[in-house]
């Protein structure tokens, strides 16, 4: 599938701006992450893309629609990822994808959220700052912290170290995503 075959299908079923620009934070986040790994850009960024596609237009069918659409056009590793990325639906993560997804998806929301109630945005923003937050049961409460644990955990990374590496590639979209 083409990135623009991917944005088209985006845009055919989202249309808030809050959903496309999350849909665009995490599509930006797994491609650099595809890259630090030595994956297929274009499917990791295509997963970060679509991921939530479905969620607006059929909340309760979700991720169901969007993945039965990529299953019909022969994205399987895409699709699967997509529907393991909440670890409450009980799909194994057999792939570096599918733990990719689940460590950036809830966590790139969150650090957009900090940014949104800081006087400059991203600039400053610092993964102490984002972790004291993240302790913050109040803050962004609709983030759910286990998924934000269960993505490091499988992922295997440091959470130091994979909220500095999304803060970095946010702040180079930062206009893009309005989080200045």
């Given at each position: ?121 991203i600039n400053s923003l610092t993964p102490k700052s984002v972790k004291k937050k ?10 759910e912290r286990s998924e934000v644990q269960a993505g490091i955990e499988l992922l ?25």
């Open positions: 599938m083409l990135k623009s075959e991917a944005k088209e299908i985006l845009e055919e079923m989202t249309k808030g701006d809050s959903l496309l620009r999350h849909a665009r934070s995490v599509e930006v986040v797994m491609e650099a992450y595809a890259s630090r790994y030595g994956e297929d850009t274009d499917e990791w960024a295509i997963t970060g893309m679509l991921h939530d596609a479905d969620y607006e237009a059929w909340p309760e069918e979700h991720p169901n629609r969007i993945v039965n659409l990529l299953r019909e056009k022969g994205e399987e590793k895409i699709a699967h990822a997509i529907s393991a990325h909440y670890t409450k639906w009980n799909v194994p993560y057999d792939t570096l994808l599918s733990k990719a997804l689940l460590a950036c998806d809830e966590l790139t929301g969150f650090i957009i959220a900090c940014c949104h109630v800081r006087p400059d945005g993240l302790k913050s049961k109040g803050f962004a409460a609709t983030v295997k990374v440091d959470l130091d170290e994979h909220i500095q590496f999304i803060i970095d590639v946010l702040k180079v979209h930062k206009e893009e995503l309005k989080i200045g």
